[in-house]
Structures are given as structure tokens and as C-alpha cells.
């Protein structure tokens, strides 16, 4: 079937050309142009002479942007980590769940997909500020626990002060952790679901409790679907812009607002494209990992 | 009933104790509306290799992932070694199931898999590596322990599993259609060595299977369920030979089965009247149902004997044929040359067709017979059996 598919090569010419065209285009000659500007060098406020030179990547090398690309890297890894550790329970759950129920906790995941991320964070926003409904939350308690110590004749608590719950690293990967949780998720649960269940009644039958069985079966046998989903959460977290730009404070910028800042306020196209390329090069590093580690228990 | 009509011996099994390992109090299992199990009661003694055997969707399975703690009862309570074992999660109970799919661990090593159970026990190591050591002999599979799964064949990975439950020592060894998976030839070797593996062991089986020929080759009882509800519970040669309903008599081999009316019972004889055959049955026992009630006589095909008969010649009389008591006129049909037997489809003069089995003693017995050859059939009175229900 195969192999007649492609002896046929007007068809598959046909079929294949009106993407490849359109990646050429589209994708791959813009790259090659911010490519050839990362060694460029601004002479005027809109011309850009390619002069071959290494000093933007230099520059991006120095210690004030090592340590974002660094910071971008911690921030990353920490909501991926706090992905899977509040993704893998859920994957779980849904691969258990009754044929209906699962149809409906997929949905349930996938409904933020639906919404805009710029309403999603600034509801978000809504959600975290100092008159927002975490603090409307704690503030209800503490009134009744002031009422109640008022009750039993003890000084009342005064006033309630809000948290301050935004514009802090916090803030950024509470929301970078809500972003991307259905990445993190989806992978996990096909993993999860695809899995024989008789291995897991196996080990209950051969006397591990619930999460021995979780951790010395399910896991090993999830590891594919594990490392996609922390690749998958991984990269498009390394590059967040709008989550760190609006929930962030000035401490918590990471590497893509830095590029956009050089790309418009700064006007320095060479350097953003120098910035752009290494945070690619990083990405390419986290994809070659998890190949590797897939391929070692890769005997089937 | 006469002497001929008492059960006959059971094979010998030595290691059958007396004393009941499972029992099963009332057990009823209902999904929703469904119900699955319907209040059975049964008890397995020790050293039984005991087979539930029944269609699927007979609720044989899920009798037996209650024993493995993977199902709850609805009603009912369900006793292990005397103890109930309703609050015991599966890791807590004293048995080991080998699954259908064998579900070995394809992360670890074949030792590694024998080894799991014992670990969660906190066996010290070098006791798990003598028994895994042991276990792994045991199954014919030494020298395999570095081994992963996936170099293993399918019958292989089945010793695997078994090793792998054995190797805890259990009370009780479930086993869920076990040789289905296999291919033929391998099949028949897995039974007979299952069978000694069980001897050896001393350990009582149970093993659920849909396959009538596995259950009766490997068990020392059957529990034939249909539709949630225990049909009969016996040896395989009471099953075969004795069964209690037309289910189990159709359910467990091939049989010819005649609907008629019981004209007269008495202590040393019986007769039935059928439209399907041309003359009534004669029964040397007796039976226990009232003249004129309807049963079914269920006649099975090798017990048909049948005789050449010339065209036109008179009807043979009872002394003239040497199998006995019941003889009727037919015509071949079809015939099945299976090598070691050949099946034999006959039409008699109702129309009604009946089959028999002749098994090929020499190399020439199957020219004897040819299509549309006219035919008597006869059996001994006390070849069929009479079924109420």
C-alpha cells in the first residue's frame, strides 16, 4: 500500500507541495531571516547591516541574561514539576473513571483550550488581587473567627489585611501552572488509559497496597507518557510571555518578555534575534533529552 | 436406579482433604439491574483442582475475582479457610490469581517478576533469591530469570505467571481461562502439566474456563454455571455422563436430545414416548417425575452404535442387536471423516437428524458406510439420560 502511495508521485507531490510551500514561506524564510540577524548590527533606527559579527550573542551571554534564561529555566521546571505532581492524580482519576464520567472530566480539561489566554489570566487576576475572591475567601473566615473569639469574650482579631497574591514569581507560575495543565494532563491520561489493568491487579494480588502498585508499576509503565507530558509542558512554558508579563512583577520577567522588550521598546532586533535563537537551542537540548531517555527502556 | 445408573469412580486424588478451603454463602452480584451472580452457594476443599466452567457472561469470572478480592458481593459472604474475607482488600488475602493476559511486568526481569510478591511480604533477599530460584524450576524456566518479558513466548510468559503466583505460597491458586491464549498443540501440554504442577504442589486450583474439553481433562470437580446460577455441580464423568439439565447436557459435549413424555415408571424400567423417534424409549432405571410429564431423553453420539440394513428387510428385533434395547431406522446424510473418528449425521423417518461418532479401528473402517445408506441405530437401555428440566 505503502509503496504504491509513493510511486505515485504526481499525487504525492500534489498532496504534499501546498504545505511544504507554505512552511518554506511562512516558517522557514522569516527563521532564516531573524537567524541572520542575530549577527547583525542596528546602524540606523530601521536598518540592519549584516556584518557577521558574534557580539550579539556575546552580549546574551553576559551574566544579567544568563541569569533570566536560568530563571526562565527554574520557572519552567517548577511548573512542570507542579504539572505532573497535580496532573498525574488527575490522568489517574480520569483513566478510572466510568466510560460517561471520562467523557465529561476530558471536557472539563479541555474547556480552558476554548478561552483566550489574555481573558483566562486576567481572570486570573481577578481571582488572585488584593479585592479578588481568594482574599474575599480568607477575609470571611477571619471575620468569623473574629466574631467568634468576640463570642467567647476575647479581643476581636481587627482588621484583615490582604495577601498580596500578584506580581510576584508566585503569581507567575500559579499561573503557568494553570495554563499549561491540560498539557500535562492529556499525554498522562492516554499513558494511563492505554495501560493493561490486569498489571495493576497483579501487583495488588501479589501483596503491594495501592501505592507501591503506583510507584514501582504504574509509573514505570506511564515513563513515555510522563516524559512527553513534561516535555510538552516543559518548552511551551520556557517561552511564556503573557503570564509573566501580567502576573509578574518586575522581578519575575522571564526570557520572552526580555526578547519582546528588544524587539519593540528597545528597538535592538539583532539582539532579540540572538536571545530568540539561544532560547531555541535550549528547547533543542530539552527534546534531545527526553529522546534519550526514552530510548534507553525502548526495547520493543 | 439400578447399579448401571450409579456414578461412576472418581480418578483418584489423594490430596483432596476433606475439609472445605472456600466456601461461597448465598452470593448474589448484581451490576445495577444486571445480575451477574445469583445466590450461589458452593464449597471447594482443599487440594481440589476445581474448574468453573460455564458460557461466557455465566458470572463464572466474577465468582472468581471475588476469591481475588478484585470483585465484592452484593449479598451473600464468601469464606477463606474459614475466615470471612469480605473486609480483606486483594494485596491482604491468602491467594494468587494467574490472569488471562498473564499481566507479567514488562519493565522487569522474569526474576525480578517471580521476586515482586515476595518482596511486598519483606522477604529477606537471599531467601528471595533461593525461592525465585526454586520457583522458576518448578515451571521448567531455570537459567530464564535475567530474561525481559518480551524475549519470552506466550507460553513461556504463562510460566512465568504461574512461577510468579506459586512462588507466595497462596492457600488458594486462581487461574482465569488459562490455556485460552495458547495454540493447540501447546494447549494439551500446559494441561497435563498443570495437572502434575497441582499434584506437586499439593495447592488448590481454581480455574475458570469456557473450554468443556479443558475442564473435564484437568479438574477434579466442576461448577457449571449458566446465567449467574450454579447448573451443576460434579466430577467431569458425573457431568458428562449424569448431567442434571438440557443445559448441561449441551453445554458439556455433543448430544442428541429428544423431547417426549414419560408413558411409564417403574422401579427397574422406564419408557418415554417421543414424536421424534419412531419407537418409544426404553430405560432400564427408573425415573423420578410423574406419568405424564414431559423430559427430555439426551442420547449422546457415541453411544449410538449403528448397523447396515438392508432395503426392504423387516425391522430388527431387539435380540438382533447387539448394542441393546432401543433400535430406529434412518438414512445417512452427511458424514464428517475426522481421522481418528467419523461423524455420522442420521435422518430418521420423522425427519428428525441424529448424530454418532464411529471411531476408525482399522484403516478401512471408513468405506463401511456410504451416503443416503439405509441404517438401523441402537443403544443400551441405559445409555440416555433423562432430564426433568
Known sequence: MEQTWRQARGAFAAIAAPPLVWLLLFFLVPLGVI???????????????????????????????????????????????????????????IAFASPRMKAWLLLLIMLPFWTNLLIRTFALIAVLREQGYVNFGIEWFWNLASSARELVGMAPLGDYEPLTLLYNNAAVIVGLVYVHLPFMVLPLYSALDRMDRSLMEASLDLGAGHLRTILLVVVPLAAPGIASGVLITFIPALGSYLTPDLLGGTDSQMIANVIERQFKKANDWPFGAALSFLLMYLTFFAIAAQALIQRKPGRR | MTDLATAPAAKPTPHVKENAIIRFENITKRYGKVVAVDNVNLEIREGEFFALLG?????????LRMLAGFETPTEGRVFIDGKDVAELPPNKRPVNMVFQSYAVFPHMKVADNVAYGLKMDGVDGGEIKRRVEEALELVKLGGYGDRMPDQLSGGQRQRVALARALVKRPRVLLLDEPLSALDAKLRDQMRSELTSLQEKVGITFIMVTHDQDEALAIATRCAVMNRGLLAQVATPADLYEFPNSRFVADFVGSVNMFEGVLDKDEQDHAIVRTQELSAPVYLDHGVTGAKGSTVWVALRPEKIEMHKRPEGSSPMKMEDAPAGTNVVAGVIRDIVYLGSETIFEIELESGRRVRTFRSNLTRYDQEDFTWDEPVWLAWHACSPAVLLS
Open chain 2, 55 to 63: 458460557p461466557s457472561g455465566c458470572g463464572k469470572t466474577t465468582l
Open chain 1, 35 to 93: 537567524w541572520a540577524y542575530s549577527f547583525g548590527e542596528n546602524v540606523g533606527p530601521i536598518t540592519i547591516d549584516l556584518t557577521g559579527t558574534f557580539a550579539n550573542y556575546m552580549r546574551a551571554l553576559e551574566p544579567l541574561y544568563l541569569g533570566i534564561f536560568g530563571k526562565s529555566v527554574i520557572v519552567a521546571g517548577v511548573t512542570t514539576l507542579l504539572c505532573l505532581l497535580v496532573g498525574f492524580p488527575v490522568a489517574l482519576a
